[in-house]
């Protein structure tokens, strides 16, 4: 450890207090930035997987372990424990950070002090107020700094059930429209929660306080309530209610994740360069892998649920759960099998081929800023990439459907 010490100190990496930082021997100095990383005393930095770009400060505020981690430009990881995410360029993250694995924070986003989160993927820009917890879900909307989607203080994504399952996954936003960084943003007032799986679309206010439990798939839209009605009736965990929803939510989600790494593969790819390194894109795509992998593994332990009747149901399920338990793997080996192959369905090629062309130009043009070329690509082009991008989730959503024709029936 302390010959990787000397080598990172020759470097250029600063550690005012050497001692006191604890250092993976196994770790690649090559994979650590010397230019103007700064790592504070107490810090812990492990696995042979980690990356740290130029300009990131580490445990500034208090100590910081990071293990396995991938991080951009500038990026500022004040305290907390950190392990298997990746934080692109200027992400910012407050003391007592509890970030754990499946996690992207995409460029500029920022949480303050207290957040919680594993598989969560959160767009440019998104911004976490404090004392919050935010796993299992994505997140996007807003075009900048001055305008973006935001989390207030003290709020929580509730994704575990009574009948301990985490088929629950939200998402706020959604990945075709969310990666062209011109949607509406969406306002998740503190004080309050969303239970999940929940979708709810741009431009998405849920006002201070409450607590939502339906989804919103219409745009810019302002939602209250208050206190629940109390009450106090017997009841036994294991019934479960909506589980059309509930299937199709997951089902949904999972195509935005697909369709989000072949975006991470095809246009992500095109950016690869000194600023956004290979070992910062390839940590990009095994978060995104590991978060498919395991919302098909809670999807598929939520099936094996439904084939335990509660006493509040027969002896015989419901058609439609009967249906999604006998199913179950079948189901799971075609999310699988679609997840290792390319998604791109055929018919669209001519829009991904129109986005392509776009981006080069626009490579060419302003440089490999990805930001920046995105923003701006010419609406027909951005509605070019959104229709591409769609057409992967709607794909999956119609195999997956063959195979179940009791949905087209079924309302439960």
């Known amino acids: 450890m302390e010959k990787l010490k000397k080598r990172l100190l020759q470097k250029g990496v600063q550690m005012p207090t050497p001692t006191a930082v604890e250092l993976d021997p196994s770790m690649d100095p090559d994979r650590i930035s010397g230019d103007g ?41 004040n305290g907390g424990f950190f ?3 990746v934080f692109l360029d200027d992400v910012s993250c407050g003391s007592c950070a509890h970030v754990r694995g499946g996690t992207i924070l995409e460029e500029g986003t920022s949480i303050a002090h207290s957040v919680g989160l594993k598989q ?13 917890n935010f796993c299992d879900c994505f997140m996007a ?26 088929a629950t996954a939200s998402l706020i936003g959604d990945v075709p429209g969310g990666v062209m960084l011109d949607k509406s943003p969406i306002f998740l007032g503190g004080q309050g929660g969303l239970v999940g799986p ?21 745009p ?8 629940g009605k109390s009450g106090n009736i017997y009841y036994k965990p294991g019934a479960y209610r909506n589980v059309k929803r509930i299937f199709t939510n997951n089902l949904i989600y999972i195509g935005n994740l697909l ?18 390194p290979e070992p910062l894109h390839q940590g990009l795509r095994d978060r995104l892998d590991q978060a498919i992998d395991e919302r098909i593994k809670r999807l598929n332990r939520f099936f094996e649920k439904l084939g335990i009747p509660s006493k509040n149901e027969k002896s015989t399920l419901p058609d439609l759960k009967q249906a999604l338990f006998d199913r179950r793997s079948e189901i799971k080996d075609l999310l699988v099998n679609f997840s290792h192959q390319e998604p791109s369905p055929a018919d669209s090629a001519a829009l991904k081929d129109q986005l392509m062309k776009a981006l080069q130009v626009g490579i060419e043009e302003s440089g490999a800023d990805y930001l920046d ?30 195979i179940l024709p009791e949905f087209k029936t079924e309302k439960g």
């Open 259 to 276: 369709a989000l790494g072949e975006w991470y593969r095809v246009v992500r790819a095109q950016f690869i360069s000194s600023v956004y």
């Open 83 to 85: 392990s298997n995410a």
């Open 120 to 132: 969560t993927i959160l767009f440019p820009y998104v911004t976490l107020g404090s004392l919050i």
């Open 141 to 166: 909307g807003g075009t900048g700094r001055k305008n973006h989607s935001e989390v207030g203080s003290s709020y929580i994504h509730f994704n575990f059930t009574p009948q301990q399952d985490k």
């Open 220 to 227: 810019d839209r302002l939602i209250f309530g208050g206190a």
């Open 373 to 402: 070329v995105i923003k701006n690509l010419s609406l027909p082009d951005k509605d070019a990439g959104t229709r591409w991008l769609q057409s992967i989730i709607d794909t999956l959503v119609s195999k997956t459907l063959e």
């Open 198 to 218: 929940c979708r709810l679309a741009y431009g998405t206010t849920i006002a201070a306080g409450t607590i939502y439990r339906k989804d919103e798939l219409r």
């Open 37 to 77: 990383v700064i790592i504070h005393a107490g810090s812990k930095i492990i696995g042979k997987d980690t990356f740290v770009g130029p300009g990131a400060v580490i445990g500034y505020e208090a100590p910081a372990t990071i293990e396995n981690c991938q991080l951009g430009r500038n990026v500022k990881l």
